[in-house]
């Protein structure tokens, strides 16, 4: 499958943004804690969510799609779960399903998930997540491929991260949340998909404060009930469309996002010359009249996110001087760069910085999407660009963005999907 895409329009109008990627896919693995049904309000309906979803099934979740005033609600019911294995076929089509690793622990005492593996952007070791279970008192084994691991109780403990990981952060607080006892996880993520977590858990009868900072503590209680909740906007699909309206010379209201959420990314979009005003809930980005380069350095949040490297590189291709792109975050996240060269742009790369010297204007050209953001990246440098370009791989970018063909198009892009 490809996108077509005919460059050269600026995008005009409004886009609403899908609930997160990040934060339904970690929730939708706490619902294995509860005991009674959980509705998420806002669910995007994604591949990686489809996956997570089956996942549950064979777990012995049934869950299902209600309609609730023309939105989407994602109901499961976890109470009949009783397996402990994660399905081998599904882990490998999706990472996330190392989240599971908690919250099964927590629910059934014991686990077995296929070692994940790494990833078109790296290793993606899972250290810290084996290591802040071991703390909780859980037994693992990796053998042959696979994770084991047992606890018959978890028991609170201080966890110390060494990377405030957002995984490792996430499924930590899983398993806490029905251990004995009070678990402290120090150095933590702040992601506000961890925030979101957080907000779910508690609203299911957990005891957890302190997401958002770097130290979270987590009451163990005795059980959890269920839970009607409304899974936070994304802020990379907002961030993605923010460029958007500033990669094409265009004028976008992005509504439905939380603007704080954005401040790192708004920040340098700032900079580089674009015009960008936060309301409420939306936020108004209208191009810069010449794009002026800018230096970014991935870091975890509230730093600027690795997630949105790909696609303001993107944007820096046609910037007024020399922009320095720092990744720190992921050992292998420039193979945006190959591509974007054959569309024209001036990036060097020596291990983890690009040095990108703007160009006025980019070409359409065949190129291949590896992952979810570089595919994002693409798609935005081909909105960009004189003539044609074709974006392969688009089920990377279909995995983590809600109908972002249409979104584009409906702001005037010429995108189409071929197979
Ligand atoms: C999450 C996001 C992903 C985002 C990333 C960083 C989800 C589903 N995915 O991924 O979109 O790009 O955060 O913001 O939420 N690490 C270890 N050992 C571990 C775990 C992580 O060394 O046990 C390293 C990783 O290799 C990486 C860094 O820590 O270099 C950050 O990874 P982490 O924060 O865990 O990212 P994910 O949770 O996998």
Redesign the pocket.
């Known amino acids: 499958m490809q996108y077509i895409i005919d460059g050269g329009v600026p995008l005009q109008g409004t886009v609403r943004i899908s609930g997160a990627k990040?934060a339904i896919?970690p929730l939708l693995a706490a619902t294995v804690l509860a005991s009674q049904k959980c509705l998420i309000h806002d669910a995007p309906a994604l591949n990686d969510v489809a996956v997570m979803a089956e996942i549950l099934r064979r777990l012995g979740a049934s869950v299902r799609w209600l309609e609730d005033n023309g939105g989407r609600v994602l109901e499961v019911d976890p109470r009949h779960i009783c397996v402990s294995e994660v399905p081998d076929d599904l882990v490998r089509q999706m990472?996330?399903s190392i989240f599971l690793m908690g919250p099964l622990l927590g629910r059934l005492g014991r686990v077995r998930v296929a070692y994940p593996g790494g990833c078109a952007i790296?290793?993606?070791?899972?250290?810290?997540?084996l290591r802040g279970l071991e703390v909780l008192g859980a037994r693992i084994h990796e053998r042959f491929g696979y994770i084991d691991a047992e606890a018959t109780q978890l028991v609170g403990r201080e966890v110390h991260l060494d990377?405030p990981?957002?995984?490792?952060t996430e499924n930590v607080m899983m398993a806490a949340v029905l251990a004995q006892g009070v678990t402290v996880i120090r150095n933590a993520?702040k992601?506000p998909?961890i925030v979101d977590l957080q907000n779910f858990l508690n609203h299911m009868g957990a005891r957890i404060k302190g997401a958002g900072l770097d130290v979270i503590r987590v009451e163990g209680v005795e059980r959890l009930g269920g839970a009607e909740y409304a899974v936070i906007p994304d802020r990379i699909e907002a961030g993605t469309l923010m460029v958007a309206a500033g990669i094409t010379g265009g004028e976008l209201l992005i509504d439905n996002c939380i603007p704080e959420h954005l401040d790192a990314i708004t920040a340098k979009l700032r900079e580089t010359g674009t015009f960008v005003e936060e309301s409420t809930n939306r936020i108004h980005v209208r191009a810069a009249d010449r794009l002026i380069a800018v230096d970014i350095k991935t870091l975890?949040y509230p730093g600027f996110?690795?997630?949105m490297q790909p696609q303001m590189m993107a944007l820096l291709c046609l910037a007024e001087g020399t922009s320095i792109v720092t990744e720190t975050?992921?050992?292998n996240r420039f193979k945006h760069v190959e591509e974007l060269r054959r569309m024209g742009a001036q990036i060097k790369t020596e291990g983890r910085t690009a040095v990108i010297r703007g160009v006025p204007m980019l070409s359409g050209a065949a190129v291949e999407a590896t992952d979810l953001r570089n595919g994002a990246a693409l798609i935005l440098a081909g909105l960009a660009s004189e003539g044609t370009t074709l974006v392969n791989g688009v089920s990377h970018v279909e995995r983590g963005y809600e109908q972002l063909e249409l979104k584009l198009a409906q702001v005037g892009a010429r995108i189409r999907k071929s197979v």
């Open positions: 990040n896919l990472r996330s790296g290793p993606r070791p899972i250290d810290l997540h990377f990981s957002v995984g490792a993520a992601e998909e975890p996110p690795t997630d975050i992921f050992e």
